[in-house]
């Protein structure tokens, strides 16, 4: 069984920054997709960040250009840097594993960190 273990959130000032990571318990590369998604009280759960084996990237457009994405294959973890934060990012975040060549496909998610933004 894959575990996904998030860690980084907090509460943080408007305009400040936090640094999630997402820890797997396997080799990352084996992962079809890997993101990160929130989810706001009331809200749908939403995709915040994609990123690649290859570490290409792609975000929504609430976060282009204030939120990155990585990952350090040696450590077999993902991270996400979140700087100019709003009170809107305020959300549980989780991390997103997929493996589309399984059958069925494999979908693994984290237990989520608080991210709280005041105004």
């Known amino acids: 069984q894959v575990q996904l273990v998030e860690s980084g959130g907090g509460l943080v000032q408007a305009g400040g920054s936090l640094r999630l990571s997402c820890a797997a318990s396997?080799?990352?590369?084996?992962?079809?997709?890997m993101g990160w998604y929130r989810q706001a009280p009331g809200d749908q759960r939403e995709l915040v960040a994609t990123i690649t084996t290859g570490g290409s990237t792609t975000y929504s457009d609430s976060v282009e250009g204030r939120f990155t994405a990585s990952r350090d294959n040696a450590k077999n973890t993902i991270y996400l840097q979140m700087n100019s934060l709003k009170p809107e990012d305020t959300a549980v975040y989780y991390c997103?594993?997929?493996?589309?060549?399984?059958?069925?496909?494999?979908?693994?998610w984290g237990q989520g960190t608080q991210v709280t933004v005041s105004s």
């Open positions: 396997r080799n990352i590369l084996s992962f079809s997709f």
């Open positions: 997103n594993a997929k493996m589309f060549y399984t059958i069925p496909p494999s979908d693994y």
